[in-house]
């Protein structure tokens, strides 16, 4: 018999601390711009990756990011890609070749970065999952 009492205090105890207070739910403001549809968002792959001022690699640096950061895509540009050889001379191509190769790069608050250091995802929180399984 004082089993079940004490089982049966131990119940109403647990049920009646259950009863606090109600939690909220509030979202800010910044967590709407996390799913907006237009929006895209960069994660780095690289080691270690340098914004430079313009979409080309002869440009300045204007600031780094490693592994795992995660930015919000303001532009995309598709630069053509000129072939040099190990001595930084142009490779020139027949006449007849037509074929032109062209490579992505992000723009970002802080400049540009090429998509091969980079994976984009619709939302944030995508890329926050894929920041977390790179770990």
Same mark, same amino acid.
């Given at each position: ?6 089982? #049966?205090?131990?119940a109403? *105890?647990?049920?009646? $601390? $259950?009863?606090?207070? &109600? ?9 709407? &711009? %996390?799913?907006?549809?237009?929006q895209?968002? =960069?994660l780095? /792959?690289?080691? +270690? ?7 080309? +690699?002869? $440009? ?10 995660i930015?919000?895509? /303001? !532009?995309?540009? #598709? *630069?053509?890609?000129?072939? *040099?050889?190990?001595? !930084? ?7 007849? %070749? ?6 992505v790069? +992000? &723009? #970002?608050?802080? !400049?540009?970065?090429?998509? =091969?250091n980079?994976?984009? #995802?619709? /939302? ?6 894929? =920041?977390?399984?790179?770990?």
């Open positions: 018999m004082k089993k079940a009492v004490v089982l #049966f205090l131990a109403m *105890v647990l049920c009646l $601390s $259950s009863c606090g207070k &109600k939690r909220t739910f509030t979202l800010e403001s910044e967590d709407f &711009k %996390s799913i907006t549809p237009d895209e968002w =960069a780095v /792959t690289s080691t +270690y990756a340098a914004f430079l001022e313009e979409c080309n +690699y002869t $440009s300045a640096v204007t600031g780094h990011a490693r592994r795992g950061d930015f919000p895509v /303001t !532009g995309k540009e #598709f *630069v053509k890609v000129i072939p *040099v050889d190990e001595n !930084g001379d142009i490779i020139r191509r027949g006449r007849n %070749s037509s074929i032109d190769e062209f490579e790069w +992000y &723009k #970002f608050e802080q !400049g540009c970065l090429s998509g =091969a980079l994976l984009i #995802f619709d /939302t944030k929180f995508k890329a926050q999952k894929a =920041a977390f399984s790179q770990e």
